[in-house]
């Protein structure tokens, strides 16, 4: 399986973006497929998981009410809706999906995602 996202850009604080990753093959149901960033000069975060069968979500506080993530089963994608976005949201944003939330084995290109203040 190979993962394309798209959907990154610049926009202003407050500002709504929307994020897509297409699956080149299917998911297996147990499978989770996750939003990871990276800003500069920081670690990759995890920001939103979903478990590909059960649609079962996670988030950390630091996204929690702003971002929402969600699947479209039938065209292989999952989405990543930020809205309120702020400028510490800068950072380039991957798709990635594995086994299980964290453990993921493939990663997409990542998309950058620039909020200015």
């Known amino acids: 399986v190979q993962l394309q996202a798209s959907g990154g850009g610049l926009v202003q604080t407050g500002d709504s973006l929307r994020l897509s990753c297409v699956a080149s093959?299917?998911?297996?149901?147990?499978?989770?497929v996750g939003w990871v960033r990276q800003g500069p000069g920081k670690e990759r975060k995890l920001v939103a998981n979903?478990?590909?069968?059960?649609?079962?979500?996670y988030y950390p506080d630091s996204v929690k009410g702003r971002f929402t993530i969600s699947r479209d089963k039938g065209k292989k994608s999952v989405f990543l809706q930020m809205d309120s976005l702020k400028p510490e949201d800068t950072a380039v944003y991957y798709c990635a999906a594995g086994t299980s939330i964290g453990e993921y084995l493939v990663w997409g290109q990542g998309t950058q995602v620039t909020v200015s203040s």
């Open positions: 093959g299917p998911f297996l149901s147990s499978w989770s």
């Open positions: 979903i478990r590909w069968g059960a649609g079962t979500t």
